[in-house]
Nanobody, 128 residues
Framework: QVQLVESGGGLVQAGGSLRLSCAAS????????MAWFRQAPGKEREFAAV????????DYADSVKGRFTISGDNAKNTVYLQMNSLKPEDTAVYSC?????????????????????WGQGTQVTVSS
C-alpha cells in the first residue's frame, strides 16, 4: 500500500510559478512510476507529467511541455512538479499518482487507470 500526500498548491497570477510536492509513504518510492494529473472544473482528469522510478525518464503533456518540470527525490520519497509561466487554463486540482511501471507507450504512461494509488489533490488557481 502507498499513501500519497500533495502540497504546494495556491493562488498565483498568470506568468507566476508554483512547486507542488507529493510525499509518498508505505513502500519504496523508487519502485513506482510517479505522475501528476489535473482536473479542471467541469472537465475530465488529464495527464500532466510522469517520471520513472529511477528518475531517468520523464514525459509531459503537450499543454505543459516546456513550462512544467517533474522531478523526484528518492531519499525523501517525494516527487515535485515545478510549474512556471502559469496560465489561467492551468487552474485545476492537481493529484499525484503511483503506478507499478513506467509505461512503454504514450497511452500506458498517460492513462489514469494504469495508476494504482492516488493522493487527495491540491488546488492550483491562476488568475489573469
Amino acid at each position: 500500500q502507498v499513501q500519497l500526500v500533495e502540497s504546494g498548491g495556491g493562488l498565483v497570477q498568470a506568468g507566476g510559478s508554483l512547486r507542488l510536492s507529493c510525499a509518498a509513504s508505505g513502500r519504496t518510492f523508487s519502485s513506482y512510476a510517479m505522475a501528476w494529473f489535473r482536473q479542471a472544473p467541469g472537465k475530465e482528469r488529464e495527464f500532466a507529467a510522469v517520471i520513472s522510478g529511477s528518475g531517468g525518464a520523464t514525459d509531459y503533456a503537450d499543454s505543459v511541455k516546456g513550462r512544467f518540470t517533474i522531478s523526484g527525490d528518492n531519499a525523501k520519497n517525494t516527487v515535485y512538479l515545478q510549474m512556471n509561466s502559469l496560465k489561467p487554463e492551468d487552474t485545476a486540482v492537481y493529484s499525484c499518482a503511483a503506478g507499478s511501471a513506467f509505461g512503454t507507450t504514450w497511452y500506458s504512461r498517460t492513462a489514469d487507470f494504469n495508476y494504482d494509488y492516488w493522493g487527495q489533490g491540491t488546488q492550483v488557481t491562476v488568475s489573469s
